[in-house]
């Protein structure tokens, strides 16, 4: 029995289905991960497992507490890391944490304990006395995770946790994630960033039009790809009538040509490559890139919803 | 929970120092300039020194000698300093503006009084200082109405009563049965209880232009302290502070009665440190009754406060909730009479003022600083309550997070 269960849920706006019949299990100790683009669902999903949302049919147990009926129990399990600097500007971070720390329920040395090791998490303990609306967007971000985590939850729920930051606050998020799933946290984590994902998360699902549309870890969704290497070209002048010629080299599975970006799908780049730039330059197109792309979560994506991730 | 919120709340505001400069800053200076430039036309029409005015006796008889002695130089002597003089010195004295009015008794006065006749006295007055001769003007004309009311009521009674006339015990003998009549009604009339009300007779007076526009920017700029709060509501709303909230251990419940508990600390503390400042500094006498002036401030910023909620709960973002915020406060502070006197106001416009929380509010604050008592204020407060009530349950039947 799963950590999360999410059965049939099903919450509409009016005539428009934003979670549209999703099923899912997250296992106790596991990174989750949900992947989609803007408008798939995955807020609205999220939440409706924070309680912040009722849902429309369904139902969800968490922590075999059901939803509806327990909400008071899940809000003491869950930790919820919102996409937006959820704390106050004005305020330190150390009072911002003290004042989280109240709203779950925690006083007296246990909370200023819990807000040390927060601090400690978040790497900012020599800068606690500092106003928040004084730190850099990666610092915010930082603090805003160390905020859900005061109350020690068993779930925390990442929503896009590292939009607009530096490439070391990144690093600093993910490295704090991997301690604290081995510390035993369960984690639900969303992104656009799908590097993240495949580098975080044990199982992922992905999410399109309310509905999830794949779920497995990362093997299990490449599987659906086929073991393909995809050629990215970028050309110049006129390249119609490319495809069939394309085609027809040996290797070649697939050809797509739109806007002088030339897209081939290969068993293997290397063996195809130097006769695809020759075919090119016999039709006097000229080549200004060449990317090669092992297959990931984009060509699932793209192969399963023919549309790029960040669409 | 609650108060960790609330307190929470506090402090950002007053870590705010644009809010700071709107809620404590700005009201101050702006009481001192209109107090300051607006208040002299306020005392011209309050203070108003004993003064001189001739009187001219050409009856010369008991009943005016009564008029003269008992009346003008008894009942009215805090008012007027009056000295008899013969017609022409009079007319000359008026003319040099020594004196602003002049009482005639014409010589008809004693026997019109005696034959029951209607009564007349004259007044002349010089063409300035028009408050003062209309003073005089409103005293000789309600002592001559007067009589001819008790003259006129004593031949209508006399009339009616002709049959019974000769049951009226005499006290003197000799007296007309029309007299008996008269004092007859007067013992009963004395008899009966009549109770003086000195709270009404303190509603003639009217307070200080530093006074009146104390009270009314304090209730206009709790009103803008309450939109501050709703500012920082709907903003904590737009950056999901609010949503995290609803995620912890504080349900709706706890997070509905923090931030209005948040919004009346915040305007309470706001509103009393506007009062200490002015009665320090400005010398402003906010009245004699300090819990009277808590009661009416603490209604006051409940009312402001369920306002806030219902606004906050209305909008939906921050600019649309600072909008109609602003229109509200300088909406309620003319029509409650916060800037201009309410009683210059068309008829329309005073009935409407009792629909804001300024009218209420700031004749609260007017009544005290007359001189009203803690009770006398009651019923200002709760109306204000009332109100807050009202607004309180719009805003969290309506509020989302």
Known sequence: MGLIEIKDVSKSYGSLKAVDNVSLEVKEGEIFGLLGPNGAGKSTLISILCTLLPYDSGEVLINNHNLKKNAGEIKRVIGLVPQEIALYPTLTAKENLMFWGRMYGIGGKLLRERVDEALEIAGLKDRAGELIDKYSGGMKRRINIAAALLHHPKIVIMDEPTVGIDPQSRNHILETVLKLNREGMTVIYTSHYMEEVEFLCSRIAIMDHGKVIALGNKEELQKLVGRKDIINISTTGTCTGLEGELREIEGVLEVSLKDGKLSVATKSADAVLARVISTLDAHKCKIQMVDIKQPNLESVFLHLTGRALRD | ?401
């Open chain 2, 1 to 401: 929970m609650i108060l960790n919120i609330a307190l929470k709340d506090l402090k950002v505001i007053f870590r705010d120092r644009k809010a700071l400069a709107i809620m404590l800053v700005m009201p101050a200076v702006i009481m001192l300039i209109l107090g300051s430039a607006l208040g002299p036309m306020f005392e011209s029409t309050l203070i108003i020194d004993k003064f001189m005015i001739a009187v001219v006796d050409k009856d010369g008889s008991l009943n005016s000698q009564r008029f003269y002695q008992d009346f003008l130089r008894g009942e009215m002597s805090d008012m007027f300093e009056t000295f008899v003089v013969d017609e022409e010195k009079a007319n000359e004295m008026l003319r040099k503006e020594i004196v602003p009015s002049i009482i005639v008794i014409p010589e008809e006065f004693g026997i019109n009084i005696s034959n029951n006749s209607p009564v007349q006295i004259e007044v002349r007055s010089s063409a300035g200082e028009s408050f003062k001769t209309s003073i005089v003007k409103s005293v000789a004309e309600g002592y001559a109405n007067g009589y001819s009311r008790y003259n006129a009521v004593s031949v209508a009674l006399e009339e009616i009563l002709k049959d019974k006339l000769d049951m009226i015990e005499k006290p003197i003998s000799g007296l007309s049965d029309r007299d008996a009549l008269m004092i007859d009604l007067q013992g009963k009339l004395e008899n009966s209880f009549i109770d003086f009300n000195e709270d009404n007779q303190e509603k003639n007076k009217i307070v200080t232009g530093m006074q009146y526009y104390c009270a009314g920017m304090l209730v206009m700029f709790v009103l803008f302290g309450a939109g501050m709060g709703v500012k920082h509501m709907t903003e904590e709303r737009e950056n999901r502070t609010l949503g995290r909230l609803m995620t912890t251990r504080a349900g709706k419940a706890s997070v509905l009665a923090g931030k209005f508990l948040g919004l009346m600390l915040i305007t309470f503390t706001q509103a009393l440190i506007l009062i200490l400042f002015t009665a320090i500094v400005y010398r402003v006498n906010w009245g004699g009754s300090v819990l009277g002036v808590l009661a009416v401030t603490i209604s006051c910023t409940f009312t402001a406060s369920g306002l806030g909620m219902m606004i906050a709960a209305i909008t939906k973002t921050m600019k649309a909730a600072e909008g109609i915020s602003q229109l509200v406060v300088q909406l309620f502070t003319i029509l409650g009479g916060g800037m201009i006197p309410i009683y210059i106001m068309p008829d329309a416009v005073k009935t409407m003022s009792k629909v804001t929380l300024n009218w209420w509010a700031v004749n609260g604050y007017y009544d005290l600083m007359l001189g009203s008592s803690f009770v006398a204020v009651l019923p200002y407060c709760a109306v204000m309550v009332l109100m807050g009530i009202l607004y309180l349950g719009i805003g969290v039947t309506r509020f989302r997070t």
